[in-house]
């Protein structure tokens, strides 16, 4: 078998302190530079990456845009403490004890940050064409929408455009604009469609111009974006979420066990 060459031309187009804020961010993300930890100092940057005072403080004032550290000209940048956040999409697909609040909210508090929900809109609208194909819907078929941010001690955290059956959601509190206490999962097993099986399409994607705005980015850094298929027991789709996250500020985690289904 003849192994394919590395391609001569292939090149990093990026600006020098782009790749330079790209390698700091790797490290930072990868735990090297632990939260708290300080930046090596501008003159071993420059050593580092062959690069000028200017063009290192422009790769620093990126990560400052980005949140990931803080600090001054001429002091020392340290990483901000709890920047990236592990999501435990499992955890979060069970609906809430009678009483409870929705998961998301006991699962951040559980971390120790406060979080809240915006609701933005609720209408009957057209999705994507994946959404209304994981509905099964027709080219010009409708559904229940329910778009809200998720934010993180004020911080937007997420995008989340709910989609829902119109046969299932008209006339229900999934049809109002308010928050629905419990969250969806509670209300949907209370109608009678307790979510079963979920399973999720993961893929990173340049922001659209209304991710950007919504989730307050400052750069085109990729974002995460879940397409979520929620089947009830009959296997019905009785939800279809995509969620939009800051692909630099989150991580997703899957637990599997060793035996069951891996089928592509």
Do not use: C
């Amino acid at each position: 078998m003849t192994v394919p060459k590395a391609d001569p031309e292939a090149v990093d187009r990026r600006s020098l302190h782009e790749r330079i804020a790209a390698d700091l961010r790797d490290d930072i993300m990868s735990g090297e530079l632990a939260p708290g930890a300080n930046l090596p100092t501008t003159a071993q940057l420059k050593e580092r990456f062959e690069a000028s005072s200017a063009t290192v403080q422009k790769a620093l004032q990126l990560l400052k845009d980005e949140l990931l550290v803080v600090g001054r000209a001429g002091a020392a940048v340290t990483v901000r403490e709890h920047r990236q956040r592990t999501v435990r999409p499992a955890s979060l697909m069970a609906p809430g004890g009678p009483g409870e609040p929705y998961r998301w909210l006991v699962e951040a508090a559980r971390h120790g940050t406060h979080a809240r929900t915006e609701l933005l809109d609720v209408t009957e609208t057209r999705p994507p064409a994946d959404v209304r194909a994981a509905l099964g819907l027709p080219p010009d078929g409708a559904a229940m929408l329910r778009r809200q941010t998720l934010l993180v001690d004020d911080e937007p955290a997420e995008l989340v455009e709910a989609y829902y059956p119109l046969d299932i959601a008209r006339g229900t509190p999934l049809a109002e604009g308010r928050r629905i206490r419990g969250g969806a999962p509670a209300l949907l097993s209370a109608l009678g469609h307790p979510p079963r099986r979920s399973t999720d399409r993961v893929s990173a994607r340049v922001p659209t111009q209304d991710q950007y705005r919504a989730l307050r980015l400052t750069s085109s850094m990729p974002v995460l974006r879940t397409l979520r298929v929620v089947t009830g027991d009959d296997g019905r789709p009785v939800e279809v979420t995509v969620m939009v996250k800051a692909g630099h500020l989150y991580e997703l985690q899957y637990e599997f066990t060793a035996g069951e289904g891996g089928g592509a």
